[in-house]
């Protein structure tokens, strides 16, 4: 029989601020979910109690060598209402693959799902209502055993916690600038480059901040051993239309298999698009766009969707792609991912949970 979940209300609720004032990431909503674990028992007594600070050994292993993991998906209000979480069986599937990769205990799926469904629908209130809006879930494990020695910790702690969140990047929709680096590198192949664990995010923060001291919105990595493919823009994976083909890099262990690139290569795919998971060189994009066939480039991710590249730079030289204007396809995706999200077209592939 599922363990129960236990449900802790909190005693004062916090004020809603309104959707226009939503930025990303900065409002918490009343709850969180709380799991614990620990070797020889398993993980044990889900519960839902009032948003709060945890308490956490000082020598906890997860601040001294960050085994965490943690995904990132979002819960969206229709016109109907209705509540809907995008996607969650495979943003909990991918989150069990990172934890294997950091030798944390994967979560039981089932139970992992009715910890998002729980808490969402306790705190639905805070699912925005304007469209373009959405409540922005993320689920979390770290490493909680009080250990200084480098190994797997015994003791696990996952928790869930909600944000109500307007437009990832300030741009939103329009096409972003984006600087190519070759200086330094985001992960490689063999390394943890394809789990979503928080030392990934802080090695990209350095040069994410040279970016934008430039005036780039953020970095386009290269892969670490040539400094020549495309890896990812930003925090997302990366998308190139070249003439007639949609090409993306391969899933080799080095790039985030994200939940939105599985989307959009399935809808262009039944679009009838010519579509190719290669390498992608930075000399064969530049050639492209000299050349006139460069037609499009945009990024996908949870946070954003859809993100438009109008500019690129690489080694002091600059392209504008389609007239720094979005593109036909890249706002034709947009358009059908969010109305899916939405529940305003048909959810044909399973992929919405209605909370």
């Not at 969402?120 to 699912?127: E, F, I, S």
């Not at 892969?223 to 495309?230: A, E």
């Not at 991710?301 to 080694?315: C, D, F, N, R």
Request: proline letters at 6%; glycine letters at 10%.
């Amino acid at each position: 029989m599922a363990e129960p979940i236990r449900i802790t209300r909190a005693a004062t609720l916090k004020t809603h601020p309104k959707d226009s004032e939503l930025g990303f990431g900065t409002v918490f909503t009343d709850h969180v979910f709380v799991m614990d674990y620990r070797e020889g028992k398993g993980w044990y007594d889900p519960r839902v109690e009032p948003y709060g600070p945890f308490g956490l050994d000082p020598a906890a292993a997860v601040l001294h060598y960050a085994q965490s993991v943690f995904d990132g998906l979002k819960a969206f209000r229709g016109r109907d209402g209705q509540v809907r979480l995008f996607r969650p069986q495979k943003h909990i599937e991918r989150m069990n693959n990172s934890a294997k990769r950091m030798c944390i205990p994967p979560l039981d799926p089932e139970l992992a799902l009715r910890s998002l469904v729980a808490l969402v629908g306790l705190d639905r209130d805070w699912v925005p209502s304007s469209r373009g809006h959405a409540l922005y879930v993320r689920p979390t494990i770290i490493a909680t055993e009080p250990f200084l020695g480098v190994r797997p910790a015994h003791a696990y702690l996952y928790f869930v916690i909600l944000s109500p969140v307007g437009a990832y990047y300030p741009e939103g929709m329009n096409p972003v600038k984006i600087l190519v680096v070759d200086q330094y590198v985001r992960a490689v192949e063999g390394g943890v480059g394809a789990a979503k664990t928080s030392g990934n995010y802080a090695a990209s923060l350095y040069a994410a901040e040279e970016a934008k001291h430039q005036g780039y919105t953020q970095v386009l990595w290269l892969d670490g051993v040539h400094r020549r493919y495309l890896d990812e823009v930003g925090t997302m994976n990366i998308m190139v239309k070249i003439g007639d083909e949609v090409a993306t890099p391969p899933l080799t262990g080095a790039i985030l298999p994200g939940v939105t690139r599985d989307s959009v290569l399935t809808l262009l795919r039944e679009w009838g698009l010519r579509v190719r998971e290669r390498q992608v060189s930075i000399d064969e994009v530049w050639a492209a766009s000299k050349q006139g066939t460069l037609r499009e480039v945009w990024g996908t991710g949870t946070a954003a969707v859809i993100s438009p590249v109008g500019e690129l730079s690489h080694k002091g030289e600059r392209i504008v792609i389609n007239g720094g204007r979005i593109g036909e396809l890249t706002q034709k995706l947009y358009d059908a991912i969010v109305a899916i999200q939405y529940g305003e077209a048909s959810d044909t592939h399973g992929w919405l949970v209605t909370v």
